[in-house]
């Protein structure tokens, strides 16, 4: 798996992420940004962790939660 260097690991080369930072959030969610501060608006979807005083990922199991409890799509 390829990290990038907004994904943030525990040390060892096999180690998911355990924070994600915002592009690699909108490209798993599929949404957009605006979309997504709406939802955390809106209490719907996970709320960022501050890493600094300019910078916030999302925790990977909250991510992964989040996910699972969304309803199917049935087209």
């Given amino acids: ?3 990038h260097a907004y994904e ?3 040390p060892g080369p096999d180690a998911a992420p355990l924070f ?3 592009p690699t959030v909108l490209r798993l969610t599929g949404l957009g ?3 997504i501060y709406r939802l955390i608006a809106d ?3 996970p709320c960022p962790v501050r890493l600094g ?3 916030v990922a999302w925790r990977r199991a909250d ?3 989040w996910s699972e409890a969304r309803p199917p799509i049935s087209h």
């Fill in 33 to 35: 940004r605006s979309t």
């Fill in 43 to 45: 209490h719907k979807f």
């Fill in 63 to 65: 991510l992964e939660r």
């Fill in 1 to 3: 798996m390829q990290r």
């Fill in 53 to 55: 005083p300019r910078a």
């Fill in 8 to 10: 943030l690991a525990p």
């Fill in 20 to 22: 994600l930072r915002m």
